[in-house]
């Protein structure tokens, strides 16, 4: 189907997309929406109603004006519009308002000059309306990287910022947003053409055989983002986008073998995109050699040692001891400076799932900005701080966090304090002793609450129990907070 021609075929696609979408729409609604006279709107209408006429059903005029389709007509023509979608051209368009995004995210990465909304909405077969919400989503996601920006004149919007955070942003949205090979055919066939994914798919499928004879571990969301990294560069190259800095090549030997299988696919590798090659292989989080023990530099253990001690001062506990720990968070950490210093972090798919459940390790991992702040002038952000708490939550003791509430004066605070240490020992840790409205006002995060009154107009982490007790801590108070403990310690012991 040629340019022009599916042009207006797209255009008809809009059209029944918002009549089905709304109860009616005036003619000058429509005009707006689609850019075009009264007269091309009457012919697309008889053109469309032509095609659903086989369907027995219609587009509706009504008498004052306006068109519509009816309520019980719309599962039809959605039909309809579903074989019109599929039956259009070869190439893809997006079908969602999240493949739009990802979709316009992506291509607006490929544009030298700025760009229309108009000519952005021609580009997705959306409306003008559709791709103003979708420019917003554009900025909001481009917020949360460093050295990268949506700018916007009278010319219109285009991506701004160095080339090789540009280059990163896009593989790790890609990678993050697609689920599943048919969204990255799709994406990338949308971007490219049908033969530029064919190269992909097979690049996609020869890597993991690269990887593993050099002693790479093989990760397949690891895999995908790298295969995206290096596409994306040669695309970018093809396009005309050089990286800015030179970079020095190391020799790698695994990029080396990479460069080659690239070479015989007729791509010609510069030095400086092998040193940019490399800097994705070794900074990303999930890629760790097998055959060889991984290590970070002393600058990154001292940086780890800083923080777990830290860490161990504000919540008690011995994090600081544990050589394995430091071992494995040092060598993350280094990873994640260094992304973050290129200017993009690794998206967390299960950021939500660790905030709701981690949530005292995500405070403690939150820590190491002030010293990452003070060393480099960087911030990790909510994404980079969860991969933390991971670590933390593995190494973690199990011993219980509490805090005790008294509202009877310090003495008998201190009291039930020394009690309860007494009878449970280390299988306790009580952070603090504080009054309701101390609590209210500092709400920490800790697994128990032993109180000698009622809570109330107070909002609970998930995760924080209630244990109502005496204020002079009775035999059964204290048998009480020990079964608890019991109880949560098998639980513990279960998940792991």
Not at 53 to 77: M, Q, T
Not at 83 to 112: H, N, Y
Not at 282 to 297: H, I, L, N, P, Q
Request: aromatic content about 10%; overall charge negative; charged content about 30%.
């Amino acid at each position: 189907m040629c340019r022009s021609r599916w042009k207006m075929y797209g255009r008809k696609i809009k059209l029944i997309r918002v009549l089905v979408e709304n109860e009616r729409l005036s003619s000058a609604e429509l005009m707006k929406k689609l850019q075009i006279s009264q007269r091309t709107l009457r012919e697309e209408i008889r053109e469309i109603n032509d095609v659903l006429e086989k369907e027995n059903v219609y587009i509706r005029s009504l008498s004052v004006g306006g068109y519509y389709i009816k309520e019980e007509e719309k599962e039809a023509v959605q039909r309809q519009l579903d074989r019109m979608i599929c039956q259009s051209r070869q190439d893809v368009f997006p079908e969602t308002p999240d493949e739009r995004l990802l979709f316009g995210f992506a291509w607006l990465f490929f544009q030298k000059e700025p760009v229309s909304i108009q000519k952005a909405a021609e580009k997705l077969y959306v409306s003008r309306t559709a791709m103003l919400q979708t420019k917003k989503q554009i900025q909001d996601t481009i917020r949360w990287y460093h050295d990268i920006y949506l700018e916007s004149g009278p010319r219109g919007m285009w991506i701004s910022g160095k080339e090789e955070v540009r280059r990163h942003v896009l593989a790790e949205i890609i990678n993050y947003w697609t689920y599943g090979s048919i969204l990255v055919e799709r994406v990338i066939t949308f971007l490219f053409g049908p033969e530029k994914y064919i190269q992909y798919r097979d690049f996609y499928h020869a890597l993991p055989g690269m990887l593993a004879a050099h002693g790479y571990r093989l990760i397949d969301k690891a895999i995908e983002g790298f295969s995206l990294d290096i596409f994306i560069s040669l695309m970018r190259c093809e396009y005309g986008f050089e990286l800015d800095e030179t970079g020095s090549c190391c020799g790698n030997s695994c990029v080396e073998t990479i460069c080659g299988y690239l070479e015989g696919m007729g791509y010609k590798i510069s030095d400086r995109e092998k040193a940019y090659f490399e800097r994705c292989l070794t900074d990303k989080r999930v890629f760790y050699t097998m055959e060889t023990e991984d290590s970070a530099e002393p600058e990154y253990v001292a940086i780890t040692e800083e923080f777990l001690e830290e860490t161990d001062k504000k919540y008690e506990t011995d994090y600081h001891k544990n050589q394995e720990l430091i071992h494995k968070l040092s060598v993350h950490i280094m990873k994640m400076i260094r992304r973050i210093r290129q200017g993009y972090f690794e998206m967390n798919t299960i950021l939500k799932d660790i905030m709701d459940h981690y949530e005292r390790e995500v405070e403690m991992a939150d820590g190491i900005n002030p010293i990452l702040q003070k060393q480099y002038g960087i911030t990790a952000n909510i994404h980079e701080i969860c991969y933390l708490a991971v670590y933390l939550r593995a190494y973690s003791s199990r011993t219980l966090q509490a805090v005790v509430l008294c509202d009877l004066g310090e003495g008998i605070a201190d009291n039930m304090v020394r009690q309860i240490k007494s009878y449970c020992g280390e299988k306790i840790r009580i952070l603090d002793k504080m009054s309701l409205a101390e609590y209210r006002l500092r709400p920490l995060p800790v697994d128990l609450l032993i109180s000698g009154f009622r809570i109330h107009h107070v909002e609970l982490p998930q995760k924080t129990k209630i244990i109502y007790v005496d204020y002079l801590l009775r035999e059964e108070d204290l048998k009480n907070i020990q079964e608890f403990l019991l109880r949560s310690k098998e639980k513990n012991a279960e998940k792991e």
